[in-house]
């Protein structure tokens, strides 16, 4: 949702940057992914739309907070994934818990196997790319 908070003038080049933040972006949701500041950030290294120095991760992510606060990016196409909202857990009955964790059950299937795949990622951010990776993997016993 885009939601204006402030008003900016921005100059061109900011602007510019607000355009292609949004072009990558749109590339990324219609995969199905999210991005964080710094992936967004590393899209435009990649791309050499920008030097990888620590000014330029500054100017980026300066262009990308005021573009939220004006309206013109999204507030929820970036995600910061180092801070989760934390509910207390409630249900109206017994049978909705019920209910709400069945959903959740599923049995072991490498309990009987002698070697499975475990796959480790160093770095949070890209853990919701790998775990699309390998969601559509079928294993057969």
Known sequence: ???????????????????????????????????????????????????NNQSSYKRIGSIINDARLAGMIDWDSIKDRTREYKDVSHWTSPEEILEVYSEHFKMDTREDQQDYVEVWVEKEALAGIVKKAFRGVKHEK
Not at 22 to 43: A, S
């Open 1 to 51: 949702m885009r939601e204006q908070f402030e008003d900016f003038k921005f100059r061109k080049s900011s602007l510019l940057v607000i355009e292609q933040a949004n072009n990558i972006i749109d590339e990324y949701v219609g995969e199905g992914f999210d991005l964080t500041l710094r992936q967004l950030y590393y899209q435009f290294v990649a791309r050499d739309l920008i030097t």
